[in-house]
């Protein structure tokens, strides 16, 4: 059974950073995508951030220049750095990893930018 636990998440004034870790455990081969999405109240599940297994990575418009994804193989985790957060990045982040053809969520992990 594969399971995906996050962490890193909080509560944290504007303009401040929070790193975001998720691993994976269980039984997952031939992981390829890792991505970040988040659900803000009332509103749908985005994605945030994605890399592949070559390390390429694209983000959402919103985060450009202020989030960055990464992965470490070995220990099955991805990890998404956020820097000068703004409130509007307020809410549940989910972390979703590929691994064949399957796909594996994190039970998610609240991030709150408020003064």
């Known amino acids: 059974q594969v399971q995906l636990v996050e962490s890193g998440g909080g509560l944290v004034q504007p303009g401040g950073s929070l790193r975001l870790s998720c691993a994976a455990s269980?039984?997952?081969?031939?992981?390829?995508?890792m991505a970040w999405y988040r659900q803000a109240p009332g509103k749908e599940r985005e994605l945030v951030a994605i890399?592949?297994?070559?390390?390429?990575?694209n983000y959402a418009d919103s985060v450009k220049g202020r989030f960055t994804i990464s992965r470490d193989n070995a220990k099955k985790t991805v990890y998404l750095q956020m820097n000068s957060l703004k409130p509007e990045d307020t809410a549940v982040y989910y972390c979703?990893?590929?691994?064949?053809?399957?796909?594996?969520w994190g039970q998610g992990t609240q991030v709150t930018v408020s003064s």
């Open positions: 269980g039984s997952i081969f031939s992981i390829n995508t």
């Open positions: 890399i592949s297994s070559v390390d390429y990575t």
């Open positions: 979703r990893i590929q691994g064949g053809s399957d796909y594996y």
